[in-house]
């Protein structure tokens, strides 16, 4: 079964949601990174449609949601309310819930207001979007490529470097009248999170989409449209209070949750991880050892799936 619908909310957005698989398969929930990116192809592959039935939505002003790029009534409240929203209507009672990066804080959140609708979680690429991690995405990253960062920050004029500098330039920029500042600015920012994927992983794999900064204008208004949404999330910490998935986690002691964590990760560092597992100590966590951020970075994926295979196993065997 494969089914491409839109989720209409009453506040203006109309969310693009595409089932696969079998009916009456184990119902999951993928949650795309970003904030922005939307769910691709690729995406797909991690789930045997025999035993899945998979669900993917492309979040609010992301991928093929309407309309594109919309800041208004956009936040993470409202992306959980159009998760539980989705479930109600695809009459699914319990899903696992899986999410990388971004989607990972997402997961988290979404769990911590509906845990008795969770089955299961499957997070990778941990990402609780904390002042911590944003100072290091932003700032402490150059010290492995400086020459990329100068470039990065090179039209901010400020004498002390800080991260809300940082997005305050990229947010004013991005959301600019002036076209090409703004395409430009996008483009930048998208360049300086390839240079640091690119620290860890070379190597495009099949059905991986590359990014191109010198693509068509049609590619220019898909990045300008992903990175509005991905520099208003920063510029109003992700909608989140600092600690708050990490204060709330103890609701979600009862679901069987499962860690992926590249150990070589630079966008989303192993510290989280180990902090979020000490936290919730009935998770399991996989350290992928020589491993970055890539969801479809082969030990990522391997991990993925055979963690997709255990909790098959528990739910079909009820433990």
């Not at 590249?262 to 009935?282: S, V």
Request: charged share 25%.
């Amino acid at each position: 079964m494969n089914t491409r619908k839109y989720l209409e909310s009453s506040d203006g957005h109309s969310v693009y949601y595409e089932s696969n698989g079998n009916e009456n398969g184990i119902p999951v929930v993928f949650l795309h990174g970003g904030p922005g990116s939307g769910c691709s192809e690729s995406s797909k592959n991690f789930f045997d449609k025999q035993k899945w039935f998979s669900v993917f939505f492309d979040q609010r002003g992301c991928g093929l949601s309407k309309p594109s790029g919309e800041t208004k009534n956009n936040n993470t409240e409202n992306l959980v309310k159009d998760i539980e929203m989705l479930r109600e209507v695809l009459g699914i009672k319990k899903w696992v819930v899986f999410g990388g990066s971004w989607g990972s804080t997402l997961a988290l959140k979404y769990a911590c207001e509906y845990p008795q609708n969770v089955s299961a979680l499957i997070l990778r690429g941990i990402f609780l979007a904390s002042s911590n991690e944003i100072d290091w995405f932003l700032l402490e990253l150059r010290r492995f490529i400086p020459k990329n960062w100068k470039s990065f920050v090179q039209n901010i004029n400020i004498e002390n470097y800080n991260s809300s500098a940082i997005i305050d330039y990229y947010y004013n920029a991005i959301f600019s009248n002036n076209r090409e500042k703004a395409i430009t600015a996008a483009n930048s920012w998208r360049a300086w999170e390839e240079a640091a994927m690119r620290l860890t992983h070379n190597i495009e794999q099949p059905g991986e989409k590359k990014s191109n900064i010198n693509d068509s204008l049609q590619n220019d208004d898909k990045i300008l449209s992903s990175m509005k949404i991905h520099l208003h999330y920063l510029q109003n910490n992700c909608f989140l209070k600092e600690n708050e998935l990490m204060n709330k986690v103890q609701v979600l002691k009862t679901i069987p949750t499962y860690m992926i964590q590249g150990q070589l990760d630079t966008i989303c560092p192993p510290e989280t991880a180990e902090t979020l597992h000490e936290k919730m100590t009935w998770s399991v966590i996989n350290r992928v050892r020589g491993a970055g951020h890539g969801a479809y970075e082969q030990p990522i994926k391997k991990a993925l799936i055979e963690a997709l295979k255990v909790v098959e196993g528990k739910l079909k065997n009820g433990t």
